[in-house]
Every structure is written in structure tokens, then in C-alpha cells.
């Protein structure tokens, strides 16, 4: 198992506070960071990786303890081509809360990205099995079954994340929308 591997382990087994699908605990680590964060989010999923870095760099010193903020580093090393980079961020979003759908959900489609579907999975479900309603993760449940030719639950899939979240543009982009 890698250093990563086993960080995101031993944070799955200790448990952390209570938070929402963000991650983000009321008063928390993020408090103030949110205006930022949405434009990171809406940066990352434009795929426009410089602005994201412009836009989170003052983040990352102020707000270390933000799990939003990691899973933001996390994502733009991942497109970045950064997997060191990548793996040590999801660990440590997931050591500061695993408790975190949005975690779950963004480690899980880095893992299908890395052509790991059975983690994909598993993470996914993780994610869906604390926020049935978690648009990141239903987008991942979409993908990993239009690859197994289950069609109808991968657009199921997409228009319920649509429906939950209708500004996710992952989800609409797939949908053809």
C-alpha cells in the first residue's frame, strides 16, 4: 500500500466532525473562503487551470485546514499531470474529513481517471452513502456505467445530479445538454 494509501486509510478508520457535503464544518475552517472556493470550482470545471491556480493560491496558506481548499489543490495537480501531488492532497482531504462526500466524490473520479474503476466504485458508493444526493458522485456512478454499457443508469445517473445541482457542468456536458 502507498504512504497515500495508508494516510487515507488510517483517516477512514479515526473519524472526524460532523460536516455537509462540502466538507465544511459551521464556523469551520473555510468560514470566509466560500466566494473564492466557487470560483475555484467554477475554474477547475471550465478546465481553465491557471485561473484556478491564481485563484487558490492565497487560499492554500490562509485556509490549510479547509478540506475544500485541499480537494481544489488536489484536482488542479491532478490536471496538471501532478500524481504525487494529486495522491497527497486527496490523503490529506481525506485525513482532515472522510466524512466528506465531496472528498469521496473527487478522489473517486481521480482514481477512474487513473484507470482504477474498482476504487472509483468503491469511493463513489462511500460518497453516495453519505449524501444519496451527491452530484460529484452520481456524475462518477454515470461514467463508470456507460463503461459497462449500462446506459440508461448512467443518464439516470446524470439527470438526477443535473436535477440536484443544475449549474454542474459535468453533468450537463455529459448529458449533451
Known amino acids: ?18 460536516a455537509d457535503a462540502s466538507g465544511e464544518v459551521a464556523g469551520g475552517p ?3 473562503a466560500e466566494p473564492a472556493l466557487g ?5 477547475l470545471d471550465r478546465r481553465e487551470w491557471d485561473e484556478a491556480q491564481k485563484l487558490l493560491e492565497p487560499l492554500s496558506t490562509e485556509y ?5 481548499v485541499v480537494v481544489s489543490q488536489a484536482r488542479l495537480r491532478a490536471a496538471r499531470g501532478d500524481t504525487d501531488g494529486a495522491e497527497e492532497a486527496f490523503a490529506r482531504a481525506v485525513s482532515l474529513d472522510p466524512d466528506a462526500p465531496l472528498v469521496q466524490a473527487h478522489f473517486a473520479q481521480y482514481r ?12 463513489s458508493a462511500l460518497a453516495l452513502s453519505l449524501d444519496p444526493a451527491c452530484p460529484e458522485a452520481l456524475v ?7 463503461r459497462s454499457d449500462r446506459l440508461r443508469e448512467a443518464r439516470e445517473s446524470l439527470e438526477k445530479a443535473a436535477r440536484v ?13
Open 39 to 43: 470560483e475555484i470550482r467554477q475554474a
Open 165 to 177: 445541482e443544475p449549474p454542474n457542468a459535468e453533468a450537463h456536458y455529459q448529458l449533451g445538454v
Open 64 to 68: 490549510e485546514t479547509c478540506v475544500r
Open 1 to 18: 500500500m502507498t504512504p497515500a494509501g495508508v494516510v487515507i486509510l488510517g483517516a477512514l478508520l479515526t473519524g472526524s466532525p460532523t
Open 140 to 146: 462518477v456512478r454515470a461514467q463508470l456505467a456507460a
Open 112 to 123: 477512474l481517471s487513473r484507470g482504477q474503476p474498482a476504487q472509483a466504485e468503491y469511493l
Open 30 to 32: 473555510c468560514a470566509g
